[in-house]
């Protein structure tokens, strides 16, 4: 587990997403440690959706422009992919998903 301040001030413990969240529905956070920006998103599989992030990221052809721009510009190594919180009522994804955009301060046109 790792200490996360976000931009509004709320210090979150955050756990890193690793292979034992394979098949783990939840919300997730991309957050670069240089400027401190997030991405949130949500997924039924929190390991598959890491990995496909590494991989289009380093491959240069993510969805996200802003976030493949920041990518390419301070490297892979100030981004940390964690997970924000496992879901097994499905209903409640997009809501809690919602949620953390919001705690997060994270934006779809910024990275």
């Given at each position: 587990?790792?200490?996360f301040?976000?931009?509004?001030?709320?210090?979150?413990?955050?756990?890193?997403?690793?292979?034992?969240h394979?098949?783990?529905?939840?919300?997730?956070?991309?957050?670069?440690?240089?400027?401190?920006?997030?991405?949130?998103?949500?997924?039924?599989?929190?390991?598959?959706?890491?990995?496909?992030?590494?991989?289009?990221?380093?491959?240069?052809?993510?969805?996200?422009?802003?976030?493949?721009?920041?990518?390419?510009?301070?490297?892979?190594?100030?981004f940390?992919?964690?997970?924000?919180?496992?879901?097994?009522?499905?209903?409640?994804?997009?809501?809690?998903?919602?949620?953390?955009?919001?705690?997060?301060?994270?934006?779809?046109?910024?990275?």
């Open positions: 587990m790792e200490n301040k976000t931009a509004n001030g709320v210090e979150l413990n955050l756990e890193l997403i690793s292979e034992k394979r098949g783990v529905y939840g919300v997730y956070v991309i957050i670069n440690n240089e400027n401190k920006k997030c991405y949130v998103g949500q997924t039924n599989d929190l390991f598959v959706r890491h990995r496909h992030h590494i991989s289009s990221l380093n491959g240069e052809y993510h969805n996200n422009p802003y976030l493949q721009k920041s990518w390419i510009k301070y490297g892979r190594d100030v940390k992919f964690y997970v924000v919180e496992t879901i097994s009522d499905l209903s409640r994804l997009n809501e809690v998903e919602l949620f953390y955009i919001k705690r997060f301060e994270s934006r779809i046109n910024t990275f």
